[in-house]
């Protein structure tokens, strides 16, 4: 669909200009709410993933104070990202009287269902549960439709990060009362995202100074990366599998000791994380990167300093196999030729490793 992108209006303003943006925002709004099987009106559009997980649990906390119905638990899982990890811990540390505690996962990478059942038992109170829908880094999609059935026998709130699944697989947004969503990991513009918020769900405003987005979130909206989030929206289509599945099965065949994370379990149709033995992460996207092949690294790397990546040791991989972890995403202009390249010139890789290290 072609038109000219109505970017110059505010759209708080109740000129023309204005309207026109204004219309511009809430078609997204519509598109988004539609992909996540949400109405247009639990849309709040914020800067992306981060600030919706933020304002989810920040925003729960608050808001539950404001509405006389505190949170006294918060139950965070072991390979939530990064930005629900920190907050969670910050939110801890600053809100008297609510205690953090981490959910663990499986060796393949799957929140563990009982062992959420038993925090859930253990104490009283109610609770603040975030578990993400797919990992971002081994794509292993999460028992969603279990945690939200447990969280109808306690009392609490479900906070479901779904910036990985949404678009790749299907999604609804009905059984979370905050589900967060970022536009460029479904084709969108970076630096645009939402959070769904369930009618009734407590939120207190962690931007505060303006009316927009109902209060939720202050400041003018951004209406290009609006746009461009309801555009991606629109066109969103879950991916098939076939080219990870390719990639693998030549991987495994050129490297029988690969290590593939989260094998075993359901993943997300696009992404690889997985392990070449005895090379380090840093080494191979170095070389890979040479041969134009786009890998990243499984660890968080910050301030210089490589960590290998808290998913893996949440799944109980050995540090040494977490170093050399590698990840790989599939999009839906990845083609047979690559995933071959690809494997290729990993198998090189190795066979340069194997006779340094022989030499
Ligand atoms: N949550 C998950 C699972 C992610 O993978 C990411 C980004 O990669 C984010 C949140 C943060 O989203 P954003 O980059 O839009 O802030």
């Known amino acids: 669909m072609e038109h000219a992108l109505a ?8 000129h023309g200009q204005g309207r026109a943006a204004r219309a511009e925002v809430e078609q997204a709004r519509e598109a988004v709410a539609a992909l996540a099987g949400a109405r247009a009106q639990d849309v709040v559009f914020t ?32 390979i939530e990202h990064d930005s629900v990890l920190a907050n969670a811990a910050a939110l801890a540390e600053r809100a008297p009287g609510l205690r953090r505690e981490t959910i663990p996962v499986t060796a393949d990478g799957v929140v563990d269902i009982d062992a959420l059942r038993g925090l859930l038992r253990e104490g009283k109170g109610r609770a603040l549960v975030a578990v993400m829908a797919a990992n971002n880094e081994t ?63 407590p939120l207190a405003a962690i931007m505060l100074g303006g009316g927009q987005e109902r209060g939720h979130r202050a400041g003018t909206e951004n209406v290009a990366g609006i746009a461009g989030f309801g ?39 696009n992404t690889s994380n997985f392990a070449l033995p005895a090379v380090s992460a840093e080494t191979a996207v170095m070389a890979l990167d040479l041969d134009g092949v786009m890998v990243s690294s499984g660890s968080a790397c910050s301030s210089g300093k490589v960590k290998p990546s808290h ?49």
């Not at 729960?60 to 119905?69: I, L, N, S």
């Not at 779904?162 to 009362?177: E, N, R, W």
């Not at 555009?231 to 593939?260: G, M, Q, Y």
């Open 139 to 201: 794509g292993v999609v999460q028992p969603i439709a279990d945690v939200a059935a447990l969280m109808k026998e306690n009392e609490g709130y479900l906070l479901v990060d779904a910036v990985q699944a949404i678009g790749k697989i299907p999604f609804s947004a009905a059984s979370a009362d905050y589900v967060s969503l970022s536009a460029h990991k479904l084709g969108g513009p970076q630096g645009v995202g939402a959070l769904i918020v369930r009618d009734g769900a």
């Open 311 to 359: 998913v893996l040791q949440a799944m109980r991989v050995p540090e040494a196999i977490a170093r050399s972890a590698l990840r790989v995403s599939f999009g839906w202009n990845s083609t047979d030729k690559e995933v071959g390249a690809a494997v290729a010139s990993i198998s090189q890789l190795l066979v340069r490793v194997r006779a340094r290290a022989a030499a």
């Open 7 to 14: 970017i110059g209006g505010n759209p708080s303003s109740v």
């Open 231 to 269: 555009a991606a929206a629109k066109v969103a289509t879950p991916v098939p599998a076939t080219l990870r599945d390719r990639f693998e099965v030549a991987l495994r065949s050129a490297v029988p000791d690969v290590v593939i994370f989260g094998d075993k379990a359901t993943r997300l149709p």
């Open 47 to 78: 800067s992306g993933g981060t600030e919706a997980n933020a304002l989810a649990l920040c925003g729960a906390v608050q808001g539950a104070v404001e509405a006389g119905a505190r949170i006294t638990r918060l139950f965070v899982s072991a």
